[in-house]
């Protein structure tokens, strides 16, 4: 190989290598060990709220409006959230077929891992597993603000996510001390 085949595979290297460095950077979430802070522990379902387009509201349709739940951060960057109606009666034992779907239309439940993008307010999760096989795999943007010991995710509703009627959502949290 003759000295200017080398050099120019040299800078072609060198050029492949910024570019990546580049768009690396680029594409990394703005995270300090301290933003992650904020969230970890656990949280609790205050309530839930969808804006309908047409400026009416309602709660989240899955867990209704005395739905409960929790939401867990820990410090090495893992989640879980469990969301679920509070107007199920109990079980017959043994469970009928329409009593596990009645808990299952009500139930809502993913886990996985986290990062928190402070330029952008937005804590993105990562569902690793999850109770609706199609979240896994994705990439879920939760817009947020603390009020006091309240977290509040509020965002526009995708259009992918199903239900055209919704604008916003919001979801509010209360931490836990004990």
Request: aromatic letters at 10%.
């Amino acid at each position: 190989m003759n000295k200017r085949c080398v050099v120019f595979i040299g800078v072609l290297l060198i050029l492949s290598a910024l570019a990546v460095a580049r768009y690396s950077s680029a594409k990394q979430i703005h995270e300090s060990p301290d933003a992650r802070a904020k969230f970890v522990g656990a949280w609790k379902l205050v309530s839930t709220e969808e804006k309908l387009k047409d400026g009416s509201s309602r709660p989240y349709q899955d867990v209704g409006p005395r739905g409960t739940g929790y939401l867990m951060y820990s410090a090495d960057g893992h989640m879980c959230a469990e969301l679920t109606g509070a107007d199920l009666s109990k079980w017959s034992v043994p469970a009928t077929t329409a009593q596990k779907i009645a808990a299952l239309d009500t139930f809502t439940a993913y886990c996985g891992r986290f990062e928190v993008d402070e330029v952008h307010h937005t804590m993105w999760h990562y569902p690793e597993v999850a109770l609706n096989p199609n979240f896994v795999g994705t990439k879920q943007p939760r817009p947020y603000r603390f009020e006091g010991n309240r977290l509040i995710f509020s965002g526009k509703q995708a259009p992918e996510d199903g239900d055209e009627t919704v604008d916003r959502w919001t979801i509010v949290w209360e931490r836990q001390t004990k």
